[in-house]
């Protein structure tokens, strides 16, 4: 009966590196959902998966972004050439179904900081 | 397309009422309502779908106003627990949510 869980919980790296933040939605659910989130503001929609294809990935920021979801069940987000505006909190969550009406559930989030 | 939310803050006293409006400039399919706390994952409070349809906590209420394409939500003999930032998500037929910029909630004791 675990919730969402993601690894890591702090990321630092410096700029240009690559990152890979993990999420591991809970057990039987098909939708999975990224959000960014900065100090002060709101989660920002990244991207979403409908099983194990993107249904809509036009919150990605660019094409250093990408996100995979390879067996319906754990994600990957993968940022390369990070850059120091990529520093924020990285929500993942999910929910028994995509569309109206379904709770999301999220987890704690990964804090990536980029020096 | 990000809702707007007001107050943007407000301060209780434990045992007093407070609105959290939240408003879009776009038609509405479903209005998502999620309380963080510091430092935690937002929670789930409430949804309200277009046709009158809601789910959510016993003891939180709020409505949605189509027209207006407007929803507030209640928060009534406020505990102390009743801190955090409320965010409003509005979703447009698209299964996604936009969320707003939050109300910053404190309760005195």
């Known amino acids: 009966g675990a919730g969402v869980s993601q690894t890591p919980s702090n990321k630092v790296t410096e700029k240009g590196k690559y990152v890979e933040l993990r999420c591991d939605p809970i057990?039987?659910?098909?939708?999975l959902y990224w959000y960014r989130q900065s100090l002060g503001q709101g989660p920002e929609f990244l991207i979403y998966?409908?099983?194990?294809?993107?249904?809509?990935d036009s919150g990605l920021p660019n094409d250093r972004f990408f996100a995979v979801r390879p067996e319906g069940s754990v994600s990957t987000l993968k940022i390369q050439r990070t850059e120091r505006g990529d520093s924020a909190v990285y929500l993942c969550?999910?929910?028994?179904?995509?569309?109206?009406?379904?709770?999301?559930?999220f987890g704690p989030g990964t804090r990536l900081t980029v020096l | 397309q990000q809702p707007v939310q007001s107050p943007q803050a407000v301060i209780l006293r434990e045992g007093e009422d407070a609105v959290i409006n939240c408003s879009s400039s776009?038609?509405?399919?479903?209005v998502h309502w999620y309380r963080q706390k510091h430092g935690e994952a937002p929670v789930f409070l409430m949804i309200l779908l277009k046709g009158g349809e809601q789910k959510g906590h016993d003891k939180i209420s709020a409505s949605f106003n189509e027209k207006k394409q407007q929803s507030s939500l209640y928060l009534t003999a406020s505990q102390l627990s009743y801190s955090g930032t409320y965010f409003c998500g509005t979703e447009y037929g698209d299964d996604k949510i936009i969320f707003g910029k939050g109300t910053r909630l404190h309760i005195l004791p």
């Open positions: 776009k038609a509405l399919y479903s």
């Open positions: 057990s039987g659910h098909t939708a």
């Open positions: 969550a999910s929910s028994q179904t995509s569309g109206r009406g379904n709770e999301q559930f």
């Open positions: 998966f409908q099983g194990t294809g993107a249904a809509d």
